[in-house]
Nanobody
Framework: QVQLVESGGGLVQAGDSLRLSCVAS????????MGWFRQAPGKEREFVAA?????????HYADSVKGRFTISRDNAKNTVYLQMNSLKPEDAAVYYC???????????????????WGQGTQVTVSS
């Protein structure tokens, strides 16, 4: 059974930074795609960032976070991170990590590609 556990969320002020972590068990993440998604109250879950894998990692970002967020992974720890800088109130949401077969030829924001999801971690940004 694959389990993903996110952590690192919290309450911050606009302009602050947070680093989210997603630790996996039951699957070695290094050869799988990894994604971060978020869902704000009353909104659909949306794509934030992903690492596709086709022999190596390729990072993808939503336009709204490009230049502020960075996705990375530590294969030795079977962990994926989302470094979030210059946070804005509109970044507030529950953040989910997910894993699946996501190659460089896929749309990384296609949620159907991800077969396991974490439970989410809350990020709140005050203005």
């Amino acid at each position: 059974q694959v389990q993903l556990v996110e952590s690192g969320g919290g309450l911050v002020q606009a302009g602050d930074s947070l680093r989210l972590s997603c630790v996996a068990s039951g699957r070695t993440l290094s050869r799988y795609g990894m994604g971060w998604f978020r869902q704000a109250p009353g909104k659909e879950r949306e794509f934030v960032a992903a690492l596709s894998w086709s022999g190596g990692d390729t990072a993808h970002y939503a336009d709204s976070v490009k230049g502020r967020f960075t996705i990375s992974r530590d294969n030795a720890k079977n962990t994926v991170y989302l470094q979030m800088n210059s946070l804005k109130p509109e970044d507030a949401a529950v953040y989910y990590c997910a894993t699946g077969i996501v190659t460089d030829y896929d749309l990384p924001g296609d949620q159907s590609l991800y077969d396991y999801w974490g439970q989410g971690t809350q990020v709140t940004v005050s203005s």
